[in-house]
């Protein structure tokens, strides 16, 4: 008689805003069966958004959905979902994230978890107030393959003495002008962090998981594009920065090096370029979705050559897949990867999960709000503001 099958651990999920984030998310739990040795696995039961279309194609994709709401509270109410992912503007993240948790339910919500640090910090108490309850927040490109490799290497203190950091998250989209005017460009949406809100917490994931906290910042922040088509036939008023360039002083235990962060919404030839570079006196490596098969890397002996070599990256993900290892690795594998960790520590636990890279942390999105508002103060003043 054939083995019983064991059945995986079935996570029953809410999406609260069912935009692109959404559908992507939804994607990702369509093509679950692409991980292998996994015992877990979401559905999407419930959906929210007041925009009916949005909800519409939900319903019509995914076959698991059972609830639609508009109201996002009669979801948190039925006992059937067990955890929420989040999409919504950054104005509506403090109330919500803060019901969510509230109502005992685990929250994978975007980044970055707040419109500013007052709202961030009243999100942080509730988590602190409901330890039984997992935050995590979304994060995907530390899990390419590429990116892997970093990790490994600075744990394993390959680098030496560190010279220099430069992480950054790039788009080109918005170079048009004639692009209409989003929730992004405003305010009271958005924020005042702009761009730094909106992509930071990408490009700050890996460096504050490996214990890079900024000490200090001097911040230039730009704004190009000065309006925008309003949809109505007139123009508004672009409230919020294009790009941002942070210059930071990094301090460990052992070591003070500058790091570079930059997050642009106007770099000319980058459709979505997610990279980061460490220079050290040992080992130098530097990683780019632009080349998302690749990874370099140079390692150097006192006296020796100084080569860069670059090497194709072998599809080797945190969790196996069916996909064999002469293909290259894309942005909807890792979203696929980052929501198998989440889900991971659901079920699994931070100590029993079956790799150790977790999905970035709330303690993460703190930091970056840390480091946004003093970068606001820095652009104000001009000078280089410290944050610790």
Known sequence: MAEDKVKNKVIRFGVIGCGLMGKEFASAVARWCHLTDVNFEPQIIAICDANSAASAWFVRAVPSVKYVYVDYKDMLANTEVDAIYCAVPHNLHEQIYIDIISAGKHLLGEKPFGIDKEANER?????????????????????????????????????????????????????????PINWKRRIATNGEYGCMGDLGLHVLHLPL??????????????????????????????????????????????????????????????????FIRIQGTEFSAEFTTKNPKQVASLPYVPGGTQAWHVADVPYHSAYGTITGGIFEFGFSDS??????????????????????????????????HDLFTAALESNRSGDTIRLY
């Open 335 to 368: 979203i696929l990867q980052m929501w198998a960790a989440f889900c991971d520590e659901l079920v699994n636990g931070r100590e029993g999960m079956l790799q150790p890279f977790q999905c970035a942390l709330p303690e993460e999105a703190a930091g970056s």
């Open 209 to 274: 998981r490996f214990g890079w906290q900024p000490q200090s910042v001097r911040a230039l922040l730009n704004k190009i594009v000065e309006e925008r088509p309003d949809g109505q036939g007139g123009m508004a008023p672009c409230e919020t920065w294009d790009n941002a360039i942070l210059a930071c002083d990094v301090l460990t235990e052992t070591q003070q090096f500058p790091m570079i962060l930059s997050t642009k919404r106007i770099a000319p030839g980058h459709a979505n370029t997610w």
């Open 123 to 179: 999100i942080l108490q509730t988590i602190a107030d409901h330890p039984q309850v997992i935050v995590r927040c979304s994060s995907e490109f530390p899990f390419y393959p590429g990116a892997m490799h970093i990790t490994k290497w600075v744990k394993e203190g390959r680098f030496g003495r560190i010279i220099e950091v430069e992480a950054g998250f790039w788009h080109s989209s918005d170079l048009d002008p004639s692009k």
